[in-house]
């Protein structure tokens, strides 16, 4: 069955620390990557996204992403948080053939202290 | 707005109840998905609609939820019999096939409480 995991479930950092959550999937076909933030008391909202092309990718914010195929791993990286990074990620796969539904990690809480 | 609404917002019902859900879409839009998620979890796939088309349901959506989206614009999920177990967020997005990519955008969510 398709999975999506993510290993963090709650990460507490110092303003100005490096991110680095981790997000492996299951599915071995083309799939299309996207991690998700939900801040406090918003929706869920696009962070980055990656298709094809270039595996490292840029989102807002600072944030990036890189895609490793031979891991199944598209971690989420920041080279320096902010309290205003405080919020729930989510990690979610689609296969690229169908452009269906997506499946999501649990989620990491990200906690950032100023 | 031009985002992705729902409503309500926010809904309680006793048990036995019957519920039903709003989603209007991202106008342009003409694929609606709908999730449910629960505390500490990701979202979870429900189905999804093509235009008017209901193009796949998830296991998890038993006989008593029943979703549609008559004029391929917005869509209502209804759930009957309503169970405690059906608390939830119950969420919808909507894409564009057109642009060939499965980028969905997310509503607010509507938070069923069942007593």
């Known amino acids: 069955a398709q999975s999506v995991s993510q290993h963090n479930h709650h990460v507490i950092l110092s303003e100005a620390a490096s991110l680095e959550l981790g997000c492996n999937y299951s599915?071995?076909?083309?799939?299309?990557l996207f991690w998700y933030v939900q801040y406090p008391g918003q929706h869920l909202q696009l962070l980055l996204k990656?298709?094809?092309?270039?595996?490292l990718v840029k989102g807002i914010k600072g944030f990036e992403a890189e895609f490793i195929k031979s891991k199944f791993s598209f971690n989420l990286r920041k080279p320096s948080v902010q309290w205003s990074d405080t919020a729930e990620y989510f990690c979610a796969v689609s296969r690229g053939s169908t452009l269906g539904r997506l499946y999501f990690g649990r989620g990491t809480q990200l906690t950032v202290w100023p | 707005d031009t985002g992705v609404s729902q409503d309500p917002r926010h809904k309680i019902t006793k048990r036995g109840q019957n519920v039903t859900f709003r989603c209007d879409p991202i106008s342009e839009h003409n694929r609606l998905y709908w999730y449910r998620q629960t505390l500490g979890q990701g979202p979870e796939f429900l189905t999804y609609f093509q235009n008017e088309a209901q193009l796949e349901k998830s296991r998890l959506l038993s006989d008593r939820f029943s979703a549609e989206r008559p004029k391929g614009s917005f869509s209502t999920l209804e759930i009957q019999r309503t169970e405690q177990g059906d608390s939830a967020m119950y969420l919808c997005?909507?894409?564009?096939?057109?642009?060939?990519?499965?980028?969905?955008?997310f509503g607010p969510g509507t938070r069923l409480t069942v007593l």
């Open positions: 599915y071995g076909g083309t799939v299309n």
């Open positions: 990656y298709f094809s092309g270039d595996p």
């Open positions: 997005a909507s894409s564009s096939v057109a642009e060939g990519r499965n980028e969905q955008f």
